[in-house]
C-alpha cells in the first residue's frame, strides 16, 4: 500500500505596511525602547490599515504561497485559517479568503487555538492529505491583534503585532511531514484571553487581551521543550536532527530559553520577534517564509515548527524540508 505524505511546494507572507516602533508607543503609555527590548526581544511591530481585515492579509499571503507553489487557486482542494481575530462571527475568514482568492466548491474553515493556531490547521491539513482524498491544500495564519488589545495597558500592547503566512502543500509519496503532536490544557484558560462575546447585539465581557504574563512565561518554556521531544521520538529523532527550529515568535527570552533547553545554539533559531512582534497564529508561517526565501531553509533538513498559546495550547510539526513547485 502508498503511504500518502504532505509536502510544503509553497510559502508566502505580507506585513501591513504601517510599522510602529518601541519610540512610538513611548508615546502613547509610559514605556521605553530599552524596556521593551530588553524583557522582549521586540523593536517594531507592523499595523493594519483602517481598511484592511484580517481575510486582506491572508489573500496577500495566500496569492505570495499560490506563486512560489507554481498552482492556481482552483486547484485547492481544501482552504484553512488559523486565526483568533476574524473579520467577523461568521461567515469564517476561510470562506471570505476563498472568495477573494477567486475560488469556489472546495472546503474552507477556520481553526481557533490562538497562537498555535498554524501548527494545529497545519496538524489538522496533514491528517486530511493522509487520507487520500486530498491533493492541494492551503493553509493560512493571519492575525489583527492590534484591534483586540487595551492599548492603555503598557503590559500588554507592547508585545503584538498584525500579519501572516500561509503555505500550499501537496500530496506526496515522500515526506514531508514527519511527524505532529498536538495538546491543550483548558484549566488555563484564565492566563490569556480575550474574554468578550456578542449577546443581544451588545458585546458583553471586556473584548480585549489580557494575559498573566509570568504565568504564560513560564507555561511556555516547560511545553515547548516537551511537545519537540515528543515530536521528535515519533520520528524517531533526536534533539541534534533539528537544524531550524521556528518556535512561536512571542517573546525573544521565551525562544532563548526554549532553545536551551533543547541544546540548540541561537543560530539555528529563526527569529522575527525583533521586526514583528507576537502576530499570534501568523507567527510561524511568517518566520517560515522569511527563512524559505533567504536561503536558509534547504532541501533534506529537519525544520520544527512550534506553537503555544491560549487555551492553553500548544503543539510542533517537525518537517524534512523538501521544497519545490507543483512540477518538481
Ligand atoms: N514598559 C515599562 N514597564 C513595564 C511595561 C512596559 N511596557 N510592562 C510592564 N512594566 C513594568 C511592570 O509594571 C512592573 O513594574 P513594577 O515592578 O513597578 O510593578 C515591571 O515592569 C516588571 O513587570 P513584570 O511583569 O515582572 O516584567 P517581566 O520581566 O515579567 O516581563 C513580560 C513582562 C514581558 C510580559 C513577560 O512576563 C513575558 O514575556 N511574558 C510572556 C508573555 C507573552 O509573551 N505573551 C504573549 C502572548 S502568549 C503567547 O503568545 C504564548
Known sequence: MTVIHTRIIGTGSYLPEKILSNADLASVVETSDEWIQQRTGIRQRHIAADSEM????????????LDMAGIAPDKLDL?????TTPDMVFPSTACLLQAKLGAKGMPAFDVQAVCSGFVYALATADQF???????????????????????????????FGD????????????????????????????????????SGGKVSGRPLLQMDGTAVFKFAVKVLEEVAVETLA??????????????????????????????????????TVDRHANTSAASVPLALDEAVRDG??????????????????????LIKWQAGSEDS
Open 129 to 159: 492529505m493522509r487520507s487520500g482524498q486530498y491533493e492541494h491544500i492551503l493553509v493560512v495564519g493571519a492575525e489583527i491583534y492590534s484591534r483586540i488589545l487595551d492599548w492603555q495597558d503598557r503590559g500588554t500592547c507592547v508585545l
Open 163 to 198: 500579519g501572516a503566512g500561509a503555505v500550499v502543500l501537496k500530496r506526496s509519496a515522500e515526506p514531508g511531514i514527519l511527524a505532529a503532536c498536538l495538546h491543550a490544557d483548558g484549566s488555563h484558560a484564565g492566563i490569556l484571553s480575550v474574554p468578550g462575546s456578542v
Open 234 to 271: 515519533i520520528a524517531g529523532l533526536h534533539k541534534s536532527d533539528i537544524n531550524w527550529l521556528i518556535p512561536h515568535q512571542a517573546n525573544i527570552r521565551i525562544i532563548q530559553a526554549t532553545a536551551k533547553k533543547l541544546g540548540l545554539p541561537m543560530e539555528r533559531v529563526i527569529t
Open 79 to 83: 482552504i484553512i485559517v488559523a486565526t
Open 54 to 65: 484580517t481575510s486582506d492579509l491572508a489573500l496577500k499571503a495566500s496569492q505570495r504561497a
Open 296 to 317: 536558509r531553509i534547504q532541501p533534506g533538513q529537519h525544520v520544527m515548527l512550534e506553537g503555544v498559546g491560549g487555551g492553553f495550547t500548544w503543539g510542533a510539526v
